[in-house]
């Protein structure tokens, strides 16, 4: 599912582009074009400790099902405690708002060579039609651009099948506006901060 997605676009910084323009190219095994990702060694199936650094995803059982390179699919369980509309059993749309915030910050960590603080600018959630009462609600996120300041994300949310989605969403990002870093840094072996 992830081999598909695009990678998304980078703005060289100034000093990147200085040092492409007077360094001959030689060849470095360390060194590759391929873009290389923070969270690289934890792409695949998704793993418990994903959520432990955000306490309200955990709280809401959020559940990381995949990451990649740009994009995140993560999952809701369908809880009755999530029931925002007792007559019909639908979820909450702040649970379904929170999926699809959680999964877009996930993605835009999947997208950063140096993880960075991420905070939400603007998460505009389209309804498309009412989740079905029952059914674990799941979101993919993918990160499509990346400026030195800002991310873009864009994604759905769906009950059954991803082609048949009941909201899509669209949001900017800010990089790097919590001076004390991101949280996703607890994920990396060896920080001396990872979650037991």
């Not at 418990?48 to 699919?73: K, N, W, Y």
């Not at 499509?144 to 949310?157: D, I, L």
């Amino acid at each position: 599912m992830g081999a598909g997605s695009p990678e998304p676009e980078r703005v060289p910084t100034a000093e990147a582009g200085a040092l492409a323009s007077t360094s001959p190219r030689r060849y470095n095994p360390a060194v590759s074009d391929e873009p290389r990702y923070a969270l690289g060694f934890m792409f695949g199936p998704g793993k418990p400790d994903m959520v432990s650094f955000t306490p309200h995803a955990q709280r809401l059982g959020i559940q990381v099902v995949e990451t990649g390179p740009c994009f995140a699919v993560v999952r809701l369980p369908y809880r009755t405690e999530l029931i925002g509309d007792p007559g019909r059993k639908v979820i909450f749309g702040g649970a379904i708002t929170t999926l699809l915030d959680h999964a877009s910050g996930l993605a835009i960590a999947c997208s950063l060579e140096e993880l960075r603080a991420i905070a939400t600018i603007d998460l505009r959630v389209d309804y498309l039609r009412a989740a079905e009462p029952g059914l674990d609600l799941t979101g993919r996120i993918d990160c499509y651009r990346v400026t030195r300041n800002v991310a873009f994300v864009r994604g759905t949310a769906w009950d059954r099948r991803p082609d048949d989605p009941f909201a899509s969403c669209m949001g900017s990002f800010m990089l790097g506006a919590n001076p004390a870093g991101s949280p996703f840094t607890r994920l990396i072996p060896g920080d001396g901060t990872e979650q037991s």
